[in-house]
């Protein structure tokens, strides 16, 4: 753990649960269950780290991690993930690997996708679509909420 984290000002921070991306993977219910198992174990390990730095319960520790939690840089000073603001913003050359990265969770801050939808993406050219059409976020959430019944043990066929 850092002695000292500093966080820039146009930054935010997420916290959520242990994932893994599966594509294109044959997995039976044992490995599905061992993939459970091991997720459950990174969390086990990730949440005192974070309880000795913001001075949180596990309970409301573990709940923030379940539910995604995204912060600003002064909300991340609040809770303690962070010790410092960084004034400066960040810088103007932005990545479209960013935008599909935050495509892979649920909860992004309306206002950072807007941010990140509108970068350049190739000189002379601005994308205002939305990253994933109404349909696509259906589907996505559908099968995030499929994988999230199976890791659970919840999900019956």
Not at 73 to 94: M, P
Request: with cysteine.
């Amino acid at each position: 753990m850092a002695s000292r984290v500093r966080i820039l000002d146009s930054a935010y921070m997420m916290i959520h649960d242990p994932a893994v991306v599966v594509m294109m993977a044959y997995l039976d219910i044992e490995m599905l269950g061992k993939l459970r198992d091991d997720l459950k174990t990174i969390k086990d390990g990730i949440v005192p780290v974070y309880v000795e730095r913001t001075g949180m319960s596990q309970e409301k520790i573990s709940r923030m991690m379940a539910d995604e939690t995204w912060m600003s840089a002064q909300q991340a000073v609040e809770f303690g993930f962070a010790d410092e603001v960084l004034n400066g913003g960040q810088s103007q050359v932005q990545n479209v690997a960013y935008v599909n990265c935050l495509n892979q969770y649920a909860h992004v801050p309306l206002d950072l996708m807007r941010a990140m939808n509108a970068i350049n993406v190739l000189p002379g050219t601005v994308s205002s679509e939305p990253v994933w059409s109404a349909e696509q976020e259906r589907e996505a959430q559908t099968l995030r909420e499929r994988i999230t019944k199976i890791l659970k043990g919840d999900y019956h066929a």
